[in-house]
């Protein structure tokens, strides 16, 4: 089976290769390891490496140019691995029927015959080049998540437009091929956070951040209470938003009242946060913001008083020292902070992601009766069904129907 070069030495082309990589790194923090361009570099083609580029001047989000670099690694890495070539373009139809079978089979048929599914020489092919994690010891190799397979076919047909090729992806054969597979893996759709963070174990997390009596809260402590108050009651922004979060998107209002429907019930201070490109929406979108009132925008305040930030990112890396850096958070780094404050905070950080600011958003508003309509607009969901997941699984313990032998 061919090997895939992995250093410089190997493909005196790799060198140059790189340095057009490194290009990238601005826009891509995540390459800027020197093993991650050099693993890169190995697997893409010069025209691969163009598309990238010339997705990166078109402007296209930093989440989905990380997400295509990678898939398209990865399927460069499987097609060289499992055909000893270079992905065809345009992908052939028996191509693409070949990765859905490589990713998606039966578990049961794998037992009897070990053939079923990815090849195993195939399997330890991208062991080797570390984009495929080995089974443990004591389990069988398990088919792909299909939400994985299905993101890496639609990264593939995205860059058969962007090279102005049609792609065979939406063909009855292969859109057949693909239902039964998801079918008969039968992997059950893993949550992003096994555990919401609900208001009750926010409030835990944020105790974390208050230092103690004999101790005031650190320059840490307080982005951290800032970033998880506002990545909350802003409607559980993801964690790629909130790190690219800039000074120009906040907009401090004037104070609301508490209750909306009595005026002289005090106030609260309010600011609105203006989103940009999201996931789900894009610069353009006419109203892509959201408030946030009461204790988020004070502490957001604070952080930015204390951090002395007048422009550029809200949340930034600070060092070992405590040094404020002026470099923003990576989403990457979002993660580790709730991790870390849901560690201090006694619970198992394995049980929580960032995402479960988002889950724990909308799971809460089920919870507090707030309607489904009012929670995506600060949420920011398009899809009733993908939001109405938290609520229902908030509301199935009080279901009446479920009580009728009760």
Known sequence: MPQISSSPADDPSLEEKTEKLDTLTAILPSLAAQDRIEQLASLLTDDDIETLRHLAKEGMGENSLRALTSDLSYLEAWCMAAMGENLLWPAPEPLILKFIAHHLWDPECRKADPTHGMPEAVAKELEILKILRAPKSDRLRRPHAPATVQRRLASWSTLHRW??????FGSPGVRSALRLAVRVADRPK?????????????????????GSDTKKPSLADMRDHALLLVGFASGGRRRSEIAGLRLTQVAFEDPVPTDPENPESGLLACASLRLGRTKT???????NHVIIIGRPVDALKTWLQAA????????????QWGNLKSRALTPQSVNAILKARIKKAGFDPKDFSAHGLRSGFLTEAANRGIPIQDAMQQSR????AQASSYYNEASRNRRRSARILG
């Open 163 to 168: 090279r102005g090729l049609k792609g065979v």
């Open 190 to 210: 893993q949550p992003k956070s096994k555990k919401a963070v609900t208001a009750d174990v926010l409030e835990m997390v944020l105790a974390t951040c208050k």
């Open 281 to 287: 929406e894009d610069s353009s979108t006419g109203d």
């Open 308 to 319: 002395n930030i007048t422009e550029g990112s809200v949340f930034r890396a600070i060092d």
């Open 381 to 384: 969901h398009r899809s009733v």
